[in-house]
């Protein structure tokens, strides 16, 4: 899943897209890297964001949808948002795939009951609190056990609508510390108990930057480093923003997988 932010705040700068000419461009790159997926977002979810007003956020999505669709009508697309409005218009009026909920409908009483409206995949993403406070301490008391039953729960509210494809997204840097955002990752496959595709967006976060002391733009090799432990613990859908590097690391973590064990006779 290649990233597209329609945005001029997103903590990354190379993410930040704003006309449609480089819009498309992007677009085309993340397909010929060989991503399967463009998620566009047009609200920065950044630690510290207030979110623009759904106005805003529209027109930005309008920009990005209609400049894709025009030029590349099959590919498949996921919008980022938590407003179930935006999801609904998304999906009528450029026949976006999948919605990317940040906030897993705490943000929008109404976005389980649009999604299943909609009968789209959705990706169902933990965060503590709102990017405006999340990082302002965050507490678990048990952060995987926390994750587990925040997901069941979830899961079990939107199986009750007959939503059936489901997509859970730890939420790495969303109302976490670095300390939790590793107890997760360490333990991913612990999520495997909830028999659901598994989405890993940790590209160029600050777990990787911080203890490295560098910036965000030379965080691709500890992104790389950290994007292959998660396939190898169970990661089904890679969010990044260097498609090339993640289709290179899904390709030999696959090699990895594909062998048998060596047998002494």
């Not at 999505?61 to 697309?77: D, G, M, Q, T, V």
């Not at 940040?102 to 995949?121: C, H, R, Y």
């Amino acid at each position: 899943m290649g990233i597209i932010n329609v945005t001029s705040d997103s903590f990354f700068s190379g993410s930040r897209y704003r006309f449609s000419h480089s819009i498309a461009r992007r677009a085309k790159q993340i397909m010929e890297e060989g991503g399967q997926i463009i998620d566009i977002g047009a609200c920065s979810t950044r630690p510290g964001a207030k979110p623009v007003s759904e106005q805003e956020e529209l027109n930005r999505l309008e920009k990005a949808l209609s400049a894709i669709r025009k030029r590349y009508p099959e590919n498949i697309i996921s919008v980022d948002t938590f407003r179930a409005t935006v999801a609904k218009w998304a999906v009528k009026e450029y026949r976006v795939d999948i919605i990317n909920d940040i906030s897993a409908g705490q943000m929008d009483s109404k976005m389980f009951e649009t999604i299943a409206e909609l009968n789209v995949p959705y990706i169902l993403m933990h965060m503590q609190g709102t990017p405006e406070n999340m990082q302002q301490n965050p507490h678990y008391e048990n952060v995987i056990r926390d994750l587990v039953l925040f997901f069941n729960d979830k899961i079990e509210k939107l199986k009750q609508l007959n939503v059936k494809d489901i997509i859970i997204d730890p939420g790495f840097g969303f109302g976490k510390t670095i300390e939790h955002n590793y107890t997760i990752l360490r333990n991913l496959e612990t999520f495997k108990l909830l028999e659901l595709p598994l989405l890993v967006g940790i590209s160029r976060k600050s777990m990787i930057y911080k203890p490295l002391n560098i910036k965000p733009e030379r965080a691709l090799n500890g992104t790389t480093v950290l994007n292959t432990c998660a396939m190898l613990k169970g990661a089904s859908i890679l969010r990044v923003h260097d498609v090339k590097e993640a289709v290179e690391t899904i390709k030999l973590v696959e090699l990895i997988n594909a062998q048998p064990e060596f047998q002494f006779i």
